[in-house]
T-cell receptor, first 116, second 114 residues
């Protein structure tokens, strides 16, 4: 395990369909984050897990979005009834909860979603 | 709310030129500050960090100093190389003193010409 992995890397779907993305964090990391990045912008925070508990959700995460991390390992992000505005790169990151005062997050390569 | 502002890109430089990418932030308290880099076709990678005022982060010839008085964390490199061409993101996080999420700037694209 050399890093954060995300699947699929690319997803093309039609408006109104549901999609699910998977993130596998670095194995010893107990924190997991989802971000969304649109063209020409920086990543925007969506949600954050510590172990299996979802501790924070952004207002960007509408009720069509749901994220889970059932056993505190991998996580899934589901988007229901996709809209063209959901087209973006979805990034996953993980970090540990060691005693350091900073919080280095390690990012996966992302899943690029295109909604037609 | 908290925010990060970066200089607009793209920045185009000749090899061996001096680089500065400006970053300023608005935040309560004392966040940690980061620079991440995204090379073409790759994921975000941490370049350097600073966790308190006057700290200097450095890596691969890049440096940035946490200036609380000017709420800035400008990225500098004395002599850029073609391989430095990438998008650079400034970010802040409150870590253990608050939420762990990152707040990113919009990114600055750097292109270095041989």
């Amino acid at each position: 395990d050399t890093g954060v992995s995300q699947n699929p890397r690319h997803k093309i779907t039609k408006r109104g369909q549901n999609v699910t993305f998977r993130c596998d964090p670095i194995s010893e990391h107990n924190r997991l984050y989802w971000y969304r990045q649109t063209l020409g912008q920086g990543p925007e925070f969506l949600t954050y897990f510590q172990n299996e508990a979802q501790l924070e959700k952004s207002r960007l995460l509408s009720d069509r979005f749901s994220a889970e991390r059932p056993k505190g390992s991998f996580s899934t992000l589901e988007i229901q009834r996709t809209e063209q505005g959901d087209s973006a790169m979805y990034l996953c990151a993980s970090s540990d909860s060691g005693g350091s005062s900073y919080n280095e997050q390690f990012f996966g390569p992302g899943t690029r979603l295109t909604v037609l | 709310g908290d925010s990060v502002t970066q200089m607009e890109g793209p920045v185009t430089l000749s090899e061996e030129a001096f680089l500065t990418i400006n970053c300023t932030y608005t935040a309560t308290g004392y966040p940690s500050l980061f620079w991440y880099v995204q090379y073409p076709g790759e994921g975000l990678q941490l370049l350097l960090k600073a966790t308190k005022a006057d700290d200097k982060g450095s890596n691969k010839g890049f440096e940035a100093t946490y200036r609380k008085e000017t709420t800035s964390f400008h990225l500098e490199k004395g002599s850029v190389q073609v391989s430095d061409s990438a998008v650079y993101f400034c970010a802040l996080s409150h870590g253990p003193s608050g939420t762990y999420k990152y707040i990113f700037g919009t990114g600055t694209r750097l292109k270095v010409l041989a």
